[in-house]
């Protein structure tokens, strides 16, 4: 049993190039959420899917999108990578309301 | 808005005593929170949680004291080992799929 699984652990992207970041989680689970951690800023939500064929905005949005593939996966994707982009990516999933994530071990983005 | 916060940045201890992370809530309606345990270079890592018909929660060496009256969360670590080093985020999740995360607490364990 993975988890949640987060493909690449690392990458380094010129300004303006595109890339997909991807997920998958083998639990079953309902919901899945992309967030961003920064130092001395926490995670923060970029967005979410509460079930298969619904996605919503989190807190910081611009500048990605995503998509729930199936049940298993979700994808963010950076259309033209910015400085401001690098950072650490989780991935996390949940079986619903009231239980807690269970999260992937990141993907360390470095936007140069 | 609604937050979740931490008292302290960062917490020292020495190898084998107790210690106590603090988290203050803002949401009364909050129902449900999870305390996750991150490591350097991992993902958080799900601790221990609390409903709020709860005052006390208790684990492996680890306790979780919920103060509704006050919107209070505590971690305690009992015999805290060095390996039990890293940041403890509290979070909020009020009945919703949207956790509200801290920023975190660095716990360093000194041998």
């Known amino acids: 049993n993975a988890g949640v699984t987060q493909t690449p652990k690392f990458q380094v992207l010129k300004t303006g190039q595109s890339m997909t970041l991807q997920c998958a989680q083998d639990m079953n689970h309902n919901s899945m959420y992309w967030y961003r951690q920064d130092p001395g800023m926490g995670l923060r939500l970029i967005y979410y899917s509460a079930s298969e064929g619904t996605t919503d905005k989190g807190e910081v949005p611009n500048g990605y999108n995503v998509s729930r593939l199936n049940k298993r996966e979700f994808s963010l994707r950076l259309e033209s990578a910015a400085p401001s982009q690098t950072s650490v990516y989780f991935c996390?999933?949940?079986?619903?309301?009231?239980?807690?994530?269970?999260f992937g071990s990141g993907t360390r983005l470095t936007v140069v | 808005g609604e937050s979740v916060g931490l008292h302290l940045p960062t917490l020292s201890v020495q190898e084998g005593d107790n210690s106590i992370i603090n988290c203050a809530y803002s949401n009364s309606a909050s129902d449900y929170f999870i305390w996750y345990k991150q490591e350097s270079g991992k993902g958080p890592q799900f601790i221990i949680d609390?409903?709020?018909?709860?005052d006390k929660r208790q684990g492996q060496r680890v306790t979780v004291l919920l103060n509704k009256t006050v919107k209070h969360l505590s971690l305690q670590i009992a015999a805290t080992q060095p390996g039990d080093s890293a940041v403890y985020f509290c979070a909020e999740g009020g009945g919703s799929y949207i956790p509200t995360f801290g920023r975190g607490t660095s716990l360093i364990v000194h041998p």
């Open positions: 609390i409903r709020s018909n709860m």
């Open positions: 996390a999933s949940i079986i619903g309301t009231n239980y807690g994530y269970t």
